[in-house]
């Protein structure tokens, strides 16, 4: 529905794992990013890996054949093809890249459905590597808060998307995510929002930590078979109140002509 905002986060969420650590073991360099993991920022790590794939002779090519055998459960596939035939609006907030987002997103045909991602740049460079880049450069001002990394904060996108839309009307908000650094844009939410935190994962337990700062309805889930079907729920509860809003809008509105 035109009127429902839905928002993920995508590692371990959209995807079951993390597309960082999927590289990183997949191409063999578990031994060399564990000895750099405390000198560098990781958005500088990763970038490091990337260079030392391209030393290695890797291509950007070979990195994106990795990428397309993480799997992606066939209900989180089947709920974003329905949501957004529907016509909910969807985006990504994630800490991953571009480049690896846009390539899982891509071999799925998942791509096209979604407005906007917002995530880290990335791109190949002019000798075919492939760098990784901060959303926000750390030696800028700060974002100010607390909850996220310094390099993005999604409470901030959350209400730039938010000032966006609002133009059109009401919007209804539900939030997928599971890491800590997605309890910062479930504190943006209002009430009639919905977030979907990952049971047992680091959202989950900060908001039942906190649950009186939280003003959206809960909605856990443990896998992608109950992401999927929780949402579609969600997406036709919200729909299905509209429609019904707006039937008797209708009719008080007749009554009175």
């Not at 899982?104 to 995530?119: D, K």
């Not at 989950?204 to 078979?225: F, P, T, V």
Request: proline letters at 4%.
């Amino acid at each position: 529905m035109a009127g429902i905002v839905v928002v993920f986060d995508f590692d371990r969420t959209l995807i079951d794992g993390d597309s960082d650590s999927w590289v990183v073991a997949e191409m063999g360099l578990t031994q060399l990013f564990n000895e750099l993991r405390s000198t560098l920022p990781w958005n500088k790590l990763m970038d490091r890996m990337m260079k030392e794939l391209h030393l290695q002779g890797k291509s950007s090519v070979d990195i994106k054949e990795c990428l397309k055998i993480i799997p992606m459960h066939p209900g989180v596939i089947a709920a974003i093809k329905s949501a957004h035939a529907s016509g909910c609006d969807l985006r990504i907030i994630s800490d991953a890249n571009q480049f690896f987002i846009e390539t899982i997103l891509e071999c799925h045909g998942l791509l096209g459905c979604f407005s906007q991602i917002v995530t880290n740049p990335s791109f190949v460079d002019g000798d075919g590597r492939l760098r990784i880049f901060p959303y926000r450069d750390v030696g800028s001002p700060s974002h100010g808060c607390n909850l996220c990394p310094p390099n993005l904060c999604k409470g901030v996108v959350i209400d730039q998307i938010r000032a966006s839309v609002s133009a059109n009307g009401r919007k209804r908000y539900i939030y997928l995510g599971d890491g800590r650094n997605d309890f910062c844009p479930t504190l943006r939410l209002v009430e009639g929002d919905h977030v979907m935190p990952r049971k047992d994962y680091a959202l989950s337990k900060r908001i039942y930590s906190n649950q009186m700062l939280i003003k959206a309805d809960i909605h856990e889930w443990s896998d992608g078979e109950e992401l999927g079907k929780i949402l579609l729920h969600l997406i036709h509860r919200i729909s299905t109140k509209e429609i019904n809003c707006s039937d008797l809008s209708q009719l008080n509105s007749s009554d009175h002509i």
